[in-house]
């Protein structure tokens, strides 16, 4: 069986006697790889390379790293097909949705070939006698990632692109579901003209999580991933003296007003909830429409456009989503519907018990659609991260802001509606991170950030975009005096009290 190890100063690096762990093809629901788990000597190992590598690196001017990121982009784009079958054999996404996540990261390795611009630093002039100052933006010196198993290729991208365009040799430990592909990234990058050390993996699971977390050279963590996991890298990082960036989970909204664009609203929520199996951050798992005409009206469309549901293997090219990423999540998957069952909420669509034929041992859920879901309901305040889609009623705009304000996940919501004065309102008072209207995956693009409130998000700054080149740098700024030539000035004189700009 094919065996998948560690990636270190430009090259493969397997340890003898390591543990390993399957990788399973979700379709065929088949271990098809092996996969070495890293340890503390492991990440001892990379943090080293990655030390010795990155003074030099970030002593190349900022066009020449440019240059690494234009031939990066270019390879990534060759190698479109390949890197998207990598991902659907193991994570499950069909084949589009997987050349979309990879789209999506190249969008950010394009805007990274902007760092020359992106790098400039402020100057004032004459801000006292012969004084100017000038700030600067520097590479924190070893920083690493921490990545989720939904997106393999995109959000490994948002983070060593701009960590190492900036200057920063970046350790990655990606999910250990679905491995491959980061391995390829770093192949490709090499080929690119980075420098081996710059760029190194360790495979594993939270004892390489924890090794990363406590190495006294790394100066910086980003980590996306589940809530409880992304609070606690948040505060051992932090309490460890590093800067840490921990994205979490999410359960977004979307509200649908009387006045919407229903066929419109309807087509965009069913591609929304249950695209990629239901497992994205930015999904919409939940339909909160505004009225029970409204309701109505979405409740039989809904069912009809389930109905014409398309799930298959993540290389049939009809199918619209395919399996959940493993075993053990499907099971949990289930137990949240038969949780919704318990508590209630009116099961109008089941997709328990799908089988595809041929595909049997696939980790395959048909999409589930839940009515009546109540705002205490345990399967409404959780994360389900499937193709389980809840509508909670609500009876005005007011109450619908309500209850999204107050659920503790606050990631991306949407907006369906016609009306500029109540999307404008919505957007302006809503509690939430990112904010669709009439657009159901608000994520936003590579220029701008990417972030989620409340619970979704820990730290200060964003993923990518400038937010994510401020992550990656330091600011330092100079002030200084050039004692003028001039005939006739005057040394200064002593100073004992603060110094101002009078
Ligand atoms: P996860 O939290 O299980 O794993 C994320 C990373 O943390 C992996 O690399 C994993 O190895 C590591 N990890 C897991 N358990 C750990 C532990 N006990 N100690 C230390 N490290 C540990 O998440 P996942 O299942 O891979 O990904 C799905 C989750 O990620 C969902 O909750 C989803 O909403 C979230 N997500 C959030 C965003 C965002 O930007 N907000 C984006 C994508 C995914």
């Known amino acids: 069986m094919r065996k998948i190890a560690h990636y270190v100063q430009g090259e493969a690096l397997s340890v003898a006697g390591a543990r390993t762990q399957p990788v399973f093809n979700p379709s065929l629901g088949a271990p098809q790889a092996t996969l070495e788990l890293g340890d503390g000597e492991v990440v001892a190992r990379a943090v080293k390379s990655a030390r010795l590598a990155q003074p030099e690196w970030a002593a190349v001017n900022p066009q020449r790293r440019a240059r690494v990121m234009f031939e990066f982009k270019r390879l990534l784009e060759a190698h479109m097909d390949e890197l998207a079958m990598m991902l659907a054999e193991e994570h499950g996404k069909v084949l589009a949705d997987a050349k979309g996540e990879l789209q999506r990261g190249i969008d950010i390795v394009e805007f ?159 591609g929304a909830a249950f695209g990629s199996a239901g497992e994205r951050c930015m999904a919409l798992p939940v339909v909160m429409p505004v009225g029970a005409a409204t309701a109505e009206a979405l409740r039989a469309r809904l069912i009809d456009a389930i109905a014409g549901l398309r799930v298959g293997v993540s290389t049939d090219p009809q199918a619209q989503f395919g399996p959940v990423v493993s075993a053990p999540h499907k099971a949990r998957v289930e137990s949240y519907i038969q949780l919704g069952v318990d508590e209630g909420a009116e099961l109008v669509v089941d997709g328990r018990g799908f089988s595809l034929q041929g595909y049997e041992a696939g980790y395959f859920l048909g999409p589930t659609f839940f009515d009546h879901v109540t705002p205490t309901m345990r399967s409404y305040q959780e994360e389900i991260f499937g193709p389980v889609l809840q509508m909670v009623r609500a009876a005005s705009l007011d109450e619908a802001i309500r209850l999204v304000d107050q659920h503790p996940y606050g990631n991306g919501v949407a907006i369906f509606t016609r009306d500029g004065d109540t999307a404008r309102e919505f957007a302006s008072r809503i509690e939430v991170g990112m904010v669709g209207v009439n657009v159901p995956i608000p994520v936003p693009v590579a220029y701008h950030s990417f972030g989620g409130w409340k619970r979704s998000g820990f730290g200060d700054l964003n993923q990518y975009g400038m937010d994510g080149i401020r992550f990656y740098t330091r600011t330092k700024t100079v002030t200084q005096r050039w004692p003028t030539q001039a005939a006739g000035a005057e040394p200064a004189d002593q100073s004992f009290h603060f110094p101002t700009m009078r």
């Open 112 to 270: 990274c070939c902007g760092a020359p611009h992106l790098l400039k630093g402020e100057y004032s002039e004459r801000v006292g006698p012969g004084i100017d100052v000038y700030s600067m933006r520097q590479p924190l010196g070893v920083v690493a990632g921490i990545t989720p198993f939904n997106f393999p290729a995109m959000v490994p991208l948002w983070m060593l692109a701009p960590a190492i365009v900036c200057g920063n040799a970046f350790v990655l430990k990606p999910s250990e579901r679905d491995p491959s592909v980061s391995q390829r990234l770093a192949e490709l990058l090499i080929e690119a003209g980075l420098p081996p050390g710059i760029l190194n993996i360790v495979q594993g699971d939270r004892v390489v999580v924890d090794a990363l977390l406590d190495h006294p050279d790394i100066k910086a963590i980003s980590f996306v991933g589940s809530t409880e996991i992304a609070q606690y890298v948040y505060e051992r990082g932090a309490a460890r003296g590093k800067r840490v960036q921990a994205m979490g989970g999410a359960k977004n909204h979307g509200v649908v007003m009387p006045d919407a664009d229903l066929d419109q609203a309807v087509a965009d929520i069913v």
